[in-house]
């Protein structure tokens, strides 16, 4: 680490600048980030999804969020790098430690194509101020250091189906050109990997967990533009768009966003993701509309074809889950199983389900203190025993063609303590009330995140994350824009449509971690609406039996221990049929009346 950070600093010196934003983005600000996009992951050492780095000529420093407090913490050599833990009380943001740290006429050097304008435009209203340089510098200094990068990945376009998308890509095409004409644009220039798949009806393999593919997309009036690695369009995928679209290589997206720039045509931009470099090439003569896509809210609210796959994926992941807590209570403390083993088997047991299409993220599977870390990564290193005792949280979920599902659920592996049925019956009491919750049209997620705390707040608990994000078909495990979050929430209000999960949690640092995570569905509540004003609810679609070893009855309502009788009642009914006896045994017991 200490050599990489040199090697950079020395770059750094021959550019004339003080500084050095690594930040964990890509040309396409994909959470998930392909593995020879990792830069920062590269330099600082650090795994977490979320994060940046600053490297000044003496020090070097990494800001997170509360997801990866503990993790950063491990994995962090703290005698070369300082963690900011980003929100927590006088920690400075990067732009403001920047500021502090260079003097005037210095300059901190950002890749313009790994940055997005917002945060370019942030850091750079930040930098102004005290009369700091805020230089863009074309080539990745991180890639000039680094030694053995993975090869950018090759795999193959897929074709996602109709019959799965529930719509063709001509009819999305022409959706957005409604939105465009009524907003008066030339044209509309896509970088979100999954908004071009959703559009375009594609899949592919190029990020790991998302089923993309690395491109760019254009569309006029007239025309769809897609901008690839052309060795990965097959003879099918030419088939298809014959008539619809025009396919031209990654590299020639530049020379065509100079053409916009030189007709001084009006581009309509994403505001929350274009990057720098895009911006910098259509200021030189194109008008721009930097606004949120219409594809973000085009693709949230799901058509029938799509809920009605959602619904079928979550039937066949049910089993898959229960096959899995059926196989962990007979395998713990008669076989060896470990983190890594049980996530294997977990990822097996799916793996056997029809329309599998591999995992929507890295399981966390987490035993123990690790369930304290909320988004724990499992490594050979930590790699923990599970014993007949403590806690075991798995979150995980599955891609199928018709659906993507997420679920988390704690398990006893022993006699629960008294503090964890506490606390474990609070965070039940949070997914249930807001799974209850009916909400009139026009709420957002920020009113309903408060729902899903009430009952730790009452005794001065609380959780660090957000209570839920959208889910893509077949696409992201998190997708925008609506989420039900105090901090991720942009004003999007729910509609009917949309999924979303509800996933309430509390962590005890080195000690324990429980989180109960349900995917939902909004739709119209009949019984509650009028004509003066539409009210919505949620629909449960995962299908798996919370423990209720953890669960203390007297602290629930009357009605909070209906919902879980019925919910369990309705996961009995849904799943016994494609269980063997021994398995339909376990889950009778497990979903048993409380």
Known sequence: MKNKIKALRELMEEHGIQAYLVPGSDPHQNEYVPDFWQRRRFITGFTGSAGEAVISRTKACLWTDSRYFLQAEEQLDADILTLFKMGMPD??????????????RDALGVDPRVVSHKRYTDFKKSLDMKGIELKSIEKNLVDAIWEGRPEQPKGK???????????????????????????????????????????????????????????????????????????????????????????????????????????????????????????????DGAELRLMPSPI????????ETEISGFKAAHLRDGVAMVKFLHWLDQSVG??????????????????????????????????????????????????????????????SGAHYLDGTTD?????????????????????????????????PQGTTGMQLDTISRLALWEKGLNFGHGTGHGIGTYLNVHEGPHAISYY???????????????????YKEK????????????????????EELSFYKFETLTLCPIDLRFVKKEL?????????????????????????????GWLEKATKEI
């Open 157 to 283: 376009i897929e074709i996602h189906e109709e019959k799965y998308s529930g719509a063709p890509a001509e009819s999305k095409l022409q959706k957005l050109r409604e939105k465009m004409e009524e907003n008066a644009v030339d044209a509309h220039v896509i970088t979100k990997l999954d908004s071009i798949a959703w559009l375009l009806n594609i899949r592919g393999s190029d990020v790991k967990f998302n089923p993309l593919t690395i491109s760019y997309a254009i569309v006029t009036s007239e025309k769809a533009m897609f901008f690839v690695d052309l060795n990965k369009v097959t003879d099918k995928v030419r088939g298809v768009w014959k008539n619809t679209v025009e396919i031209f290589s990654y590299e020639a997206f530049g020379s065509k966003l100079q053409s916009l720039a030189r007709k001084n045509c009006h581009v309509w931009l994403d505001e929350t993701s274009v990057n720098q470099w895009i911006v910098d090439i259509l200021e």
């Open 334 to 395: 008669k076989i060896e199983v470990s983190e890594i083993s049980a996530a294997e088997k977990l990822a097996e047991f799916r793996a056997g389900n029809d329309l599998f299409k591999g995992l929507s993220f890295e399981t966390i599977s987490a035993y123990g203190a690790h369930g304290a870390i909320v988004h724990y990564a499992t490594s050979p290193e930590t790699d923990a025993l599970l014993k007949k005792e403590g806690i075991y949280l798995v979150d």
């Open 296 to 303: 973000h809210l085009f693709k949230a609210v799901k058509n």
């Open 407 to 439: 679920i988390t659920r704690a398990i006893a592996l022993g006699t629960p303590t008294e503090e964890q049925r506490d606390r474990f019956t609070r965070v039940l009491k949070g997914l249930i009330d807001l799974s209850t919750t009916s909400f």
């Open 556 to 584: 629930l309502s009357t009605a909070e221990m209906e919902w879980l009788n019925s919910y369990h009642r309705k996961v009995y009914a849904a799943l016994t049929p494609l269980l063997d006896s021994s398995e339909a």
């Open 488 to 506: 991720r929430c942009i004003g999007i209000s729910l509609e009917p449509g949309m999924i979303t999960t509800i996933e309430p949690g509390f």
């Open 511 to 530: 000690d324990f971690g429980m989180r109960i995570e349900n995917v939902a569905l909004v739709l119209k509540d009949e019984e509650k609406s009028s």
């Open 91 to 104: 920690v400075p943001t990067p732009e403001a430690w920047v500021s502090k740290e260079l003097d005037k």
